[in-house]
Structure formats: C-alpha cells, structure tokens
C-alpha cells in the first residue's frame, strides 16, 4: 500500500516537474545554507572550548605597575600610578592561593633565551632544535598547571630551587629530535656556556590537536613537547635579577576564570591600597570579542532559519494550488470508495517526497558550498574551519523533515475535504 502510494507520489512529480524543482530547489538551498551556519557555530563553539583548556586562556597575571609601559584601558587597574618597586616572592604567591578557593595554581615563567655554546659551528641550515631555544623558568605549580607528567627521569628537587642548580627538563619530542638512538636522560646539554644536566623527560601530550596540527607542532619551537624548563632560581640567577615582575595564576578548565581575577583583585587590593599593581587575563583580549562574534552567529542562523521556513511555505503553497487542481481527481477517487485517509495521505506522502529529496539535494549543496568556503578560509591566517560535521548535516536534514511534515499536514487536510458532487457541480 504504501509503495503504490510513494508510486503514485512519484508519478505526481513527474507530471508537475517545473513546480516540482521549484521547491526541491528552495528547500536544498535552504537546508545548505542553514547546515553551513550550524557548521561555523559548531566549529567556532569547539574552538572555544579547546582555547579555554589551553594553558594561555587558564592564565591570571599580575604584573607591578613599574614593569606597564603604557596604560591599556583592557587592563584592571589597582591603586595610584605611583609604586615603590616590588617583590613578588613564592611564599606571597601561595598565600593568595590559600586565599582564592577559584585558584588552582600558583607560579612562575620565566623566559630565557638559551643558545648553544658552540654556536658558531653550526651551519646556517641547521634544524631548529640545534639553534637558540626559549627556555622557561619554572616553579612547582607549572607542570600540574599544563597537566603534562614526567615520563622518564624525575622533577626538580627542593635542592634544585633552593640553589639554582642547572639541571633542565626537556620536552619528549625535543629529546627525541636531539637523541634519537636513546632517550637522553643524564645527558649534559650546553646553553650560554653553561652545562645543564637533563633529570627529566616529559611525556609527549598533544591533548584534542587533531593530526594535521599535531604535525605542525612538532616542528614548532614554542610547543611544550618541544620546550626546555629550568628551575625559576636558575634562571634568576643567569639573568642577575634582583626581583621578580610578575606572578601568574591559574585556574583548572573547569572553574570560572572571571572569578578567580574578582577574587585576587580583592586580595591585591587589601595588601596594596596605595600601589598600582596591573591584573591582566585572557578575558581582556578575547572575552568581548568572542561574545560579539556569537551574537552575530546567532542572527545569521536566525535568518538562515526564517529562510527555511519561506522555503516549505513554498511547498505549502505548491501542494494547496496542486490540491485544486486536483479537485476532479480526488472528488473521482472519493466516489469510488477511497477514504478521507487514503486522499490524506496520497497528499501527505507527496509533499514528504518533495522534503526528502529537498533534504538529498541540501546535503549535496551543504558538502560543495562548505569545500569551497574552506579552501577561501584556507588561504587566509585564520583560526576558522569549515569542515562540515555530521551533526550539522543532520541537524539541518531533521529541521528539514520536521518543518516539510508540519507544513504537508494542512494541505492533506484540506483535501480529506474535498466534496464529490461540489466538484461534478463545478464541472
């Protein structure tokens, strides 16, 4: 029964095939261009999602005001311009953790360039992990902060902070670029004319990069796999530092950043009524714009729902005006015994038909718009992406189904009211 309907259905298509592709048309385009906005929604949504788990965006610094070259409005600002140079000790920076219950982590991350003491005899083509480095001075906190472990070898020792020992911690990748017959522990690597001791060896992390980044991590410089760390000491005394600019806090991924800023901004506040001391996050340079860029996505998707819906009021409209024309037919089927459920649903399985194939023909526009998007994203610098998930052609294909059912139930209906002998009056 129902073959012989989808048959017939068929047969009705074929009869009206200009009207027919009219609205095939109208809802494929519709369908692409909803899955394309669900698809950069979906893509954008995630992006924000990875960034907040990465180390850069789990970040709180607080910097004293004498090491602030210009006054940036984006960065919260605590007492007068005026400040007594100040020392940021560890044990200071582990009492505002106690106090801040949002406050996970608590360290330091120095930076140090570290070129080889043999420089000069290395050839203008040699790879990056044989030329000068950026090192990181590191406290306790850091390591847990970034959620990397030691894979072979052990972490710095109390000993090792306390004299500012040169001993260094290398990234798996690294180790495995600069010893690739062994795994490098105990070795003796020289920066700075000055020999370091590898204790240990990280256990290489990638976390959620996706294949292609991964490559692309491995041969960057700045990747932690990849990184050099130092006890914070060390670094403090190679660089003849007498004090420390800044202090940098984290939050785990789970736990509100702008509560954790509120919550050191109260602290700072009581220990520093008079001085001016800078608190600077991610929120301050990517906050506003992330919000915006939403706002805009959601418009844009409103707008590509409202023209879906214009699109199966198309099919409304075809299958009333095809109902009238059909008038005589279904007032002959009615005379011959066919029920108000048999025309209800020759109706209803035609305008689904129209859906179905609106839906196959969205999906094929979806997959070609998206590949030509992606490959004009592509050649700009730019963290967007275009790779069509399965969820959005999904998303769009039901949206599609629901809003083709709904709109093909009130044709049906009016045809269940169709009179034989109003229609033989007619004629």
């Not at 472990?149 to 040169?166: L, V």
Request: hydrophobic residues 45%.
């Amino acid at each position: 029964m129902l073959l012989d309907q989808l048959i017939l259905a068929k047969n009705r298509i074929k009869d009206r095939l200009q009207e027919s592709l009219m609205v095939i048309i109208g809802l494929g385009f519709g369908i692409a261009v909803v899955s394309i906005v669900i698809t950069v929604v979906y893509n954008f949504n995630n992006m924000i999602n990875q960034e907040s788990e990465s180390e850069w965006y789990r970040n709180i610094f607080v910097i004293p005001s004498e090491y602030m070259y210009n006054n940036d409005s984006s960065i919260q600002k605590i007492g007068n311009l005026d400040s007594p140079k100040i020392n940021f000790s560890m044990g200071y920076m582990e009492e505002i953790k106690k106090f801040c219950p949002t406050i996970d982590f608590a360290f330091y991350r120095l930076w140090i360039n570290l070129e080889p003491s043999n420089f000069e005899e290395y050839s203008e083509n040699r790879p990056w992990w044989e030329s000068s480095l950026s090192g990181i001075g590191i406290s306790e906190d850091y390591l847990k902060f970034l959620g990397m472990e030691i894979d072979k070898g052990s972490f710095f020792s109390q000993e090792d902070f306390e004299n500012g020992s040169n001993v260094i911690i290398i990234g798996g990748n690294l180790a495995h670029k600069l010893f690739p017959n062994g795994n490098g522990l105990g070795k003796v690597l020289s920066y700075n004319n000055l020999d370091y001791t590898i204790v240990g060896i990280l256990k290489v992390d990638y976390g959620t990069a996706s294949p292609s980044e991964i490559e692309d991590l491995k041969e960057s410089p700045w990747d932690n796999n990849n990184g050099i760390m130092l006890p914070y000491t060390n670094v403090i005394n190679v660089n003849e530092w007498n004090t420390i600019d800044q202090m940098t806090f984290g939050v785990s991924s789970n736990k509100d950043l702008k509560k954790g800023v509120k919550e050191i901004s109260t602290y700072l506040k009581r220990d520093f009524p008079n001085n001016e001391v800078y608190i600077e996050s991610s929120l301050d340079w990517s906050g506003n714009d992330e919000e915006t860029f939403i706002k805009v996505l959601y418009v844009i998707g409103l707008i590509a729902f409202i023209c879906l819906i214009i699109a199966t009021l198309n099919n409304l409209n075809l299958m009333l005006a095809r109902v009238l024309r059909q008038k005589k037919g279904l007032g002959i089927s009615i005379s011959l015994g066919a029920t108000k459920r048999d025309i209800f649903t020759s109706v209803f399985i035609e305008s689904a038909l129209l859906g179905v194939l609106g839906g196959i023909l969205g999906i094929l526009l979806s997959i070609i718009f998206g590949a030509v998007i992606g490959n004009i994203i592509s050649s700009f610098d730019t963290w967007a992406s275009m790779d069509l998930s399965i969820v959005s052609i999904f998303a769009s294909l039901i949206l599609s189904l629901i809003l083709t059912i709904i709109f093909s139930i009130y044709p049906g209906i009016e045809a269940t009211r169709i009179s034989p002998s109003m229609v033989l009056r007619e004629e």
